[in-house]
């Protein structure tokens, strides 16, 4: 079964860079079947793709966020990671990772499974 | 302002039949592009309920369903039951090679 969990600071300084690691556990991010996402919830609101990542380093981002995120992959140690920089409150929220539906960005964008989410905090 | 547009809320008594809206454009229902619907409990992670416009993930009961017409979409369910009481959101594709979301719709079961 396929479980992927979010990990990093929960709280991050005005200005500095938002970091976090998602790993996948019960499958490989090294599949060519599938794309890797982030999306985040800003407290009390909706959700928001941030970007996505394929096994062979192919990204996409939301034109919001394209200048100040990277979302990288390990295969080595089956994780990829989010940097978000220059980060103010707006950016604080639940962000979440999941795999993508499939190998196709076009077609196959949904996401599913979904890790738990982790609460990141931007504060002084 | 979130590109789909969804009601704010929805609510239903027990057994009866709810619909969820969601409206895109030329630029992401529109051209064909597929939606995608995801339920999210209170307090914790969405989870996937219909991709492609009308496929159920295995595990996902058939009183839920959705449909998609021209540059709208649809999220059907039936036989109402308080363990439905969520948030659900609508996913699709834009032209712009992002994927963008609708804002959000709180079904409330009366």
């Known amino acids: 079964q396929l479980q992927l969990q979010e990990s990093g600071p929960g709280l991050v300084k005005p200005s500095e860079t938002l970091s976090l690691t998602c790993t996948v556990s019960g499958g490989s991010i090294s599949s060519s079947s599938h794309y890797w996402g982030w999306i985040r919830q800003p407290p009390g609101k909706g959700l928001e793709w941030i970007g996505s990542i394929y096994y062979s380093g192919s990204t996409y981002y939301t034109s919001s966020l394209r200048s100040r995120v990277t979302v990288s992959a390990d295969t080595s140690k089956n994780q990829f990671s989010l940097k978000l920089s220059s980060v103010t409150a707006a950016d604080t929220g639940v962000y979440y990772c999941?795999?993508?539906?499939?190998?196709?960005?076009?077609?196959?964008?949904?996401?599913?499974?979904w890790g738990q989410g982790t609460l990141v905090t931007v504060s002084s | 302002q979130s590109v789909l547009t969804q009601p704010p809320s929805v609510s239903g008594a027990p057994g009866q039949r709810v619909t969820i809206s969601c409206t895109g454009t030329?630029?992401?229902?529109?051209?064909?592009?597929?939606v995608h619907w995801y339920q999210q409990l209170p307090g914790t992670a969405p989870k996937l309920l219909i991709y492609?416009?009308?496929n159920r993930p295995s595990g996902v009961p058939d009183r839920f369903s959705g449909s998609k017409s021209g540059t709208s979409a649809s999220l059907a369910i039936t036989g109402l039951q308080a363990e439905d009481e969520a948030d659900y959101y609508c996913q699709s594709y834009d032209s712009s090679l992002s994927v963008v979301f609708g804002g959000g719709t709180k079904l409330t079961v009366l």
């Open positions: 030329s630029s992401n229902i529109g051209p064909g592009y597929d």
């Open positions: 492609g416009n009308n």
């Open positions: 999941a795999r993508v539906g499939g190998s196709s960005w076009k077609e196959h964008n949904w996401f599913d499974p």
